[in-house]
């Protein structure tokens, strides 16, 4: 605690602040870029792998969707057919 108030006496409050911001800063872009940006660029990677999942669901989705309506609708056809051969066999 001497030794600040010693250099506060010699520099000058805004001079030592000055210098201990600097640090500050200092220390604070070094944690950012080796512990945070490495986390940061993971995650991306993660985000990315799912959205990717995502969008192949959601294509899977489509491609099921499309074939359940093929399906209904080869049964509606069916049932009409049915219906037609029924009602020409009342015909006869």
């Known amino acids: ?52 999942a995502n969008r192949m669901l959601d294509n899977d989705m489509i491609r099921l969707q499309q074939k359940v309506n093929v399906i209904l609708q080869y049964r509606k056809r069916d049932e009409l057919i049915e219906m037609g051969e029924e009602n020409e066999q009342k015909r006869v």
């Open 1 to 52: 605690m001497d030794e600040i108030t010693t250099l506060i006496q010699d520099f000058g409050f805004p001079v030592v602040m000055s210098m201990g911001m600097g640090y500050f800063i200092y220390y604070i872009w070094t944690f950012i870029s080796n512990e945070l940006e490495p986390k940061i660029e993971q995650m991306h990677m993660a985000l990315i792998r799912c959205i990717d």
